[in-house]
Nanobody, 121 residues
């Protein structure tokens, strides 16, 4: 119904930046809020940043002021600008899209396969 594909991960040094993208395809009219999650090796997946269909945002406290989530509905794309990266930001970053409340959209949220961001000291 909806497919999400992340891109933009890579290897950078502490203090550098990465810009992640999440391209949505399929029945994109079923997408409500979108979010980024991340999972570091040996740790559980955690919520990172979210954005509503109207543009309201919220962030994990540890990334406030450094990361910015945005979306371009015309391009069906979600973004995450990550600045001033720290080694603790090393993780697989996942794109998530919540389903709107509509019978034609089914009952499952959507997830991408993830993109790896590695920050070296």
């Amino acid at each position: 119904q909806v497919q999400l594909v992340e891109s933009g991960g890579g290897l950078v040094q502490a203090g550098d930046f990465l810009r992640l993208s999440c391209a949505a395809s399929g029945d994109t009219s079923c997408i409500a809020a979108m979010a980024w999650y991340r999972q570091a090796p040996g740790k559980e997946r955690e919520f990172l940043a979210g954005i509503s269909s109207g543009g309201s945002t919220n962030y994990l406290d540890s990334v406030k002021g450094r990361f910015t989530i945005s979306r371009d509905n015309a391009k069906n794309t979600l973004y995450l600008q990550m600045n001033s990266l720290k080694t603790e930001d090393t993780a697989v970053y996942y794109c998530n899209a919540a389903r709107i409340i509509a019978a034609v959209c089914g009952g499952m949220d959507y997830w991408g396969k993830g993109t790896l961001g590695t920050v070296s000291s």
